[in-house]
C-alpha cells in the first residue's frame, strides 16, 4: 500500500462530558473514493472538519504531505457578509482563478451574480460546489454535497468526480452517488471507526456481518442483552428482512399501476364508488398552467387512487412544485379541471422545516409540553415514541437549537406521521436524514394507508417508495410512468432509440446503407457526447435562472429569451442524441 498523503492518528475529541470519539486511526491514499457512513449525532461533520484542519483535536496526531491541499465542502455553506455568489466563491487565501469558477458554475448552472442574501439553498449550494472544485485539491472532502441540487447538478457532479485525480471523503444520504463512486467505506459507530475496503454497494451486507459477530461475540462474554439492546434498536437484520418485503409489496403495486395506464400513458380505467382500496382521491383532467408565455403544464391528465405514492422529478424550474400545488389545490389551472375528494386531508412537510422553532423543546414539539401523544387512535408515550424514531428517550427535554440539521428533520417527520391524515405530501424530504432514518422513512411511507406526494432529486429513495414517477421536461410535457426514477430513465431512454429508429429508414431510401462509417461519422461518433454534455449544462443553467419567480416581472424579455434558449438547446440536444445512437448502431454493425 503506497503511503498516505494526510494522516490521523489516535485521534480523539471530548464533546459535552465526555468522548464522542477517541482512537481513531484514519489514512488517506492519492486516489481515495471513501464513503463516511454513520448515524446522525455520530460526528461525521466534525470528523471531515478535523480532518480538514478546522479544528482542533483532544487528542491525537495529524501529519500530511507538504504541499497537500485539503478543500472542505461544507453542508451549509455560509455566504453572510458577501455581496454576491461570485464574492463568495472567490474567497480565501487560496481563491480559485475566475475563470475556472465561472466555468464550473456555467456547467452547473448558477449565476454568480446573484445577491448573496437572497440565495436559496440551493445557490449557495452550488457556489460553494463551484469553489471548491476550482480549487484543484488533493483531497476533497464532501458533506451532503447533493443536498438542494437537482438531478441534472447531481449526475454532473458524479462525472465530475469519476475523473477527479485526487482523493476524496463523501458523507451523503444518496445511495446512489455513493454507490457510484465510492470505492473504501470509513464507519463511524459507537466512538469508534472501521474501515472496508468495499464502496458503499457492499456496505450494508458488511454492516449487518459485523452486526452477526457482536452478537456471537455477545454471548461467549456472557453480555448478551446489552449488545442486544443495541443492534434492536437499529434494527440492522429486522429491517432488512422488512424492507425486503415491502419491496415484493411495491413491485406488485407497480405492476396493478401498469396494468391500469390508458393509451396516452394515464390511468383512465372506471373504479366502483363503493371499492375504497381504488377510490380516485385526486382525478386531473386536461390540465393546463402557464406563467407568461411559459407553459409549465399541457393537457395533462392523472388519476390519483388511495394508497398511490407518486414521485415528482425533473429539473430546477421544471415545474414541480406547481404541479404538487395544482394537485393538492393550492393552486388552479389556466384550463382543464381537478377534482379531489370532500375527505381529504392532508398535511405538508416542506424543505424550510417551519415548525422547528430552537427555543421549543422536543416534547414540546411532540406533544405540545405533555407526556403523551395520540398516534393513529391509540395513545403513546413521548419516551416510547421517540424509540421508534430511533431516539434516545432523554432527548425529550432538549432544545430544538441544539439538534443537528438531520435530528431536526427524523423529529419533524415523528411529529407529522403521528398526526391523522389520509394526504402526505413531500417536498425533498430526504434532505439532512442519515441511511437509517431514510430506512425508517421508507417503512413508514410503505406502511401508510393515504396517498403520498413526493418530490425528491435521491434516485435510490424514489426506487424504494412510489409506485408512479412524473417526470416534467420544462416543456409542458409530463411523463406518466408506473414504478420509481429507474422505470422513468428507461422510459425516456426506449423513447430516444425509437426516434433514432423511425429517422433511419429515410437516409435508407436516400441512398443504400453503407457499413463503412465516413471521417465524418466517425469524428461525430467520438465528438457528440461532449456536445450533448454542453448542452445539458446549458439547459440546467438557463433552467436554474427561470426558477426565480420574480424574474417574469422584472425582466419579462429575458425570461422570453431564456425560454427561447432552452427550446433550442433541447431541440439540439434531441437531434444529437438521435445522431449519436444512429452513429453508435452503425459502428457496432
Given at each position: 500500500m503506497a503511503a498516505p498523503i494526510l494522516s490521523y492518528e489516535g485521534l480523539g475529541l471530548i464533546q459535552g462530558n465526555g468522548w464522542l470519539f477517541r482512537g481513531l486511526d484514519i489514512h488517506v491514499g492519492t486516489r481515495d473514493r471513501l464513503a463516511l457512513i454513520g448515524r446522525n449525532g455520530a460526528g461525521k461533520t466534525t470528523l471531515l472538519k478535523l480532518i480538514a484542519g478546522g479544528i482542533d483535536a483532544d487528542e491525537g496526531r495529524r501529519t500530511i504531505v507538504p504541499g497537500t491541499h485539503v478543500v472542505l465542502l461544507e453542508q451549509d455553506p455560509k455566504v453572510d457578509g458577501?455581496?454576491?455568489?461570485?464574492?463568495?466563491?472567490?474567497?480565501?487565501?487560496?481563491?480559485?482563478?475566475?475563470?475556472?469558477?465561472?466555468?464550473?458554475?456555467?456547467?452547473?448552472?448558477?449565476?454568480?451574480?446573484?445577491?448573496?442574501?437572497?440565495a436559496s439553498g440551493g445557490e449557495r449550494r452550488r457556489a460553494a460546489i463551484a469553489r471548491a472544485l476550482a480549487e484543484n485539491p488533493d483531497v476533497l472532502l464532501l458533506d451532503e454535497p447533493t443536498n438542494h441540487l437537482d438531478l441534472s447538478a447531481i449526475e454532473?457532479?458524479?462525472?465530475?468526480?469519476?475523473?477527479y485525480n485526487g482523493a476524496f471523503i463523501v458523507i451523503s444520504h444518496d445511495r446512489t452517488f455513493l454507490t457510484r463512486l465510492t470505492k473504501s467505506t470509513l464507519w463511524l459507530d459507537r466512538g469508534g471507526i472501521r474501515r472496508?475496503?468495499?464502496?458503499?454497494?457492499?456496505?450494508?451486507?458488511?454492516?449487518?456481518?459485523?452486526?452477526?459477530?457482536?452478537?456471537?461475540?455477545?454471548?461467549?462474554?456472557?453480555?448478551?442483552?446489552?449488545?442486544?439492546?443495541?443492534?434492536?434498536?437499529?434494527g440492522v437484520t429486522a429491517r432488512r428482512k422488512r424492507n425486503m418485503?415491502?419491496?415484493?409489496?411495491?413491485?406488485?403495486?407497480?405492476?396493478?399501476?401498469?396494468?391500469?395506464?390508458?393509451?396516452?400513458?394515464?390511468?383512465?380505467?372506471?373504479?366502483?364508488?363503493d371499492d375504497t382500496k381504488t377510490k380516485v382521491v385526486i382525478d386531473a383532467e386536461h390540465v393546463t398552467k402557464a406563467f407568461g408565455d411559459r407553459t409549465v403544464l399541457k393537457d395533462f391528465s392523472l388519476r390519483v387512487r388511495r394508497g398511490d405514492r407518486?414521485?415528482?422529478?425533473?429539473?430546477?424550474?421544471?415545474?414541480?412544485?406547481?404541479?404538487?400545488?395544482?394537485?393538492?389545490?393550492?393552486?388552479?389551472?389556466?384550463?382543464?379541471?381537478?377534482?379531489?375528494?370532500?375527505?381529504l386531508d392532508g398535511i405538508v412537510i416542506d424543505q424550510q422545516r417551519k415548525l422547528m422553532a430552537p427555543e421549543k423543546r422536543v416534547r414540546d414539539v411532540l406533544?405540545?409540553?405533555?407526556?403523551?401523544?395520540?398516534?393513529?387512535?391509540?395513545?403513546?408515550?413521548?419516551?416510547?415514541?421517540?424509540?421508534?424514531?430511533?431516539?434516545?428517550?432523554?432527548?425529550?427535554?432538549?432544545?430544538?437549537?441544539?439538534?443537528?440539521?438531520?435530528?431536526?428533520?427524523?423529529?419533524?417527520?415523528?411529529?407529522e406521521f403521528a398526526r391523522p391524515s389520509n394526504l402526505l405530501v413531500l417536498d425533498e424530504p430526504t434532505n439532512d436524514l442519515d441511511l437509517e432514518t431514510l430506512d425508517l422513512l421508507q417503512e413508514v411511507i410503505g406502511d401508510y394507508a393515504g396517498t403520498v406526494l413526493i418530490v425528491s432529486h435521491d434516485r435510490d429513495f424514489l426506487d424504494r417508495t412510489v409506485t408512479v414517477t412524473l417526470g416534467l421536461d420544462g416543456s409542458g410535457h409530463v411523463d406518466v410512468v408506473p414504478g420509481g426514477y429507474a422505470d422513468w430513465v428507461a422510459k425516456r431512454r426506449?423513447?430516444?432509440?425509437?426516434?433514432?429508429?423511425?429517422?433511419?429508414?429515410?437516409?435508407?431510401?436516400?441512398k443504400p446503407k453503407s457499413t463503412k462509417m465516413s471521417y465524418k461519422d466517425q469524428r461525430d461518433l467520438d465528438l457528440l457526447p461532449g456536445r450533448i454534455e454542453e448542452l445539458e449544462a446549458a439547459i440546467a443553467r438557463d433552467e436554474a435562472l427561470l426558477a426565480d419567480p420574480a424574474l417574469y416581472t422584472k425582466d419579462p424579455k429575458r425570461f422570453a429569451a431564456l425560454t427561447a434558449q432552452i427550446d433550442k438547446a433541447r431541440a439540439e440536444k434531441d437531434a444529437a442524441e438521435e445522431r449519436w445512437l444512429a452513429l453508435a448502431e452503425m459502428a457496432e454493425a
Open positions: 458577501y455581496a454576491t455568489l461570485r464574492d463568495f466563491a472567490l474567497r480565501g487565501p487560496r481563491a480559485p482563478a475566475e475563470h475556472e469558477v465561472d466555468a464550473i458554475a456555467d456547467q452547473l448552472g448558477i449565476d454568480l451574480n446573484r445577491e448573496a442574501a437572497t454532473w457532479l458524479e462525472e465530475w468526480l469519476n475523473r472496508a475496503e468495499i464502496g458503499f454497494g457492499g456496505f450494508e451486507a458488511w454492516m449487518e456481518q459485523a452486526a452477526a459477530e457482536e452478537e456471537r461475540a455477545a454471548q461467549r462474554l456472557d453480555a448478551k442483552l446489552k449488545i442486544e439492546e443495541h443492534w434492536l434498536h437499529r418485503g415491502r419491496l415484493e409489496k411495491l413491485h406488485e403495486l407497480r405492476a396493478q399501476r401498469a396494468a391500469m395506464q390508458g393509451p396516452q400513458g394515464t390511468a383512465k380505467i372506471q373504479v366502483e364508488a407518486i414521485g415528482i422529478v425533473g429539473g430546477n424550474g421544471a415545474g414541480k412544485t406547481t404541479l404538487l400545488r395544482l394537485l393538492t389545490g393550492d393552486l388552479d389551472p389556466d384550463a382543464g379541471k381537478i377534482m379531489r375528494a370532500q375527505t406533544a405540545d409540553g405533555g407526556d403523551w401523544i395520540e398516534v393513529n387512535g391509540s395513545k403513546k408515550h413521548v419516551h416510547g415514541y421517540l424509540k421508534e424514531f430511533l431516539f434516545d428517550p432523554s432527548i425529550a427535554e432538549a432544545r430544538i437549537g441544539t439538534l443537528s440539521g438531520g435530528e431536526r428533520s427524523r423529529l419533524l417527520l415523528a411529529r426506449e423513447r430516444t432509440v425509437a426516434k433514432a429508429k423511425v429517422a433511419k429508414p429515410v437516409e435508407a431510401v436516400a
